[in-house]
């Protein structure tokens, strides 16, 4: 078993920054590609960035790509998602995921074994 544990939310103005982290314990050897998520009221959960075991390449989604970085330490077993120049249609709760045995980059939720809890990013305008 692997336990995410996402932090970092809150309530930004237009323009500002956030860092989200994903803390993971348990089974975290088994833990190679790890992603972050997003789902807007009303809207379906969407893809955000991922990045591999290594942190050597990272994946994003083209809405955040310039803006958001993904990060990793793996001595903390932690992942970071750093969001700069936040809009008001990045409004959501966020959530890691982690991939078990496979470090491909994928933009697909189901290919995703574990997930945080998720943490909540409001932007206003």
């Known amino acids: 078993q692997v336990q995410l544990v996402d932090s970092g939310g809150g309530l930004v103005q237009a323009g500002a920054s956030l860092r989200l982290s994903c803390e993971a314990s348990?089974?975290?050897?088994?833990?190679?590609?790890m992603g972050w998520f997003r789902q807007a009221p009303t809207k379906d959960r969407e893809f955000v960035a991922a990045?591999?075991?290594?942190?050597?390449?990272?994946y994003y989604a083209d809405s955040v790509k310039g803006r958001f970085t993904i990060s990793r330490d793996n001595a903390k077993w932690t992942v970071y998602l750093q969001m700069n120049s936040l809009k008001p249609e990045d409004t959501a709760v966020y959530y890691c995921?982690?991939?078990?045995?496979?470090?491909?980059?994928?933009?697909?939720?189901?290919?995703?074994?574990?997930w945080g809890q998720g943490t909540q990013v409001t932007v206003s305008s």
């Open positions: 995921a982690a991939r078990l045995y496979s470090d491909y980059l994928s933009h697909r939720g189901a290919d995703y074994n574990y």
């Open positions: 348990g089974r975290t050897r088994s833990m190679y590609a």
């Open positions: 990045i591999t075991k290594s942190g050597a390449s990272t």
